[in-house]
């Protein structure tokens, strides 16, 4: 069942196991406050282990590896999928406290692309130590570093 998230008030559900609940919880809320303040869109999310949150966390992984050789060694705990201005955005979040998301236009000519966010206190993982991370401050998830690639794929 969809877990609508709240970024006013923060909370832990679905992300217990995680070292980093507390800032992983901020980053998914922040995730959410986006959504609602640029598309009056709601974040909901699922457990990784549900049906279609297997089938979320499946399509992530399948970007990553076939975009980039790269394979997320953290557990999924929830997955994500909102579609709004002809955008699907699928979210994944892991027990490391690594959010990530693809954008994926679905019209042709569209923007596609791929961004990690680290929780504060999370060190990068090896798996993407190749990139460049910049930071973000944000009132419910402290500071979080981001990275991207674009899409070049069709999915």
């Known amino acids: 069942m969809p877990n609508v998230v709240d970024f006013v008030n923060v909370s832990t559900a679905g992300l217990e196991s995680s070292p980093v609940a507390d800032a992983l919880a901020g980053l998914r809320a922040n995730e959410a406050r986006y959504f609602k ?15 279609k949150g297997k089938k979320l966390v499946k399509y992530v992984a399948t970007v990553l590896e076939n975009e980039r050789g790269i394979v997320i060694e953290s557990p999924a705990l929830e997955a994500s999928e909102v579609e709004v ?36 206190g999370m060190e990068s993982p090896e798996e993407l130590s190749a990139f460049k991370w910049a930071r973000q401050k944000s009132k419910l998830a ?3 570093r981001g990275t991207y690639f674009v899409v070049k794929g069709e999915y």
């Open 85 to 120: 201005e002809g955008i699907r955005w699928t979210h994944v979040f892991y027990e490391s406290g690594l959010g990530v998301n693809v954008l994926y236009t679905l019209a042709d000519a569209g923007k596609r692309a791929v961004g990690f966010k680290l929780s504060e």
């Open 142 to 144: 402290g500071t979080i």
């Open 37 to 51: 303040n640029k598309y009056d869109a709601t974040l909901a999310t699922e457990p990784a282990t549900s049906a």
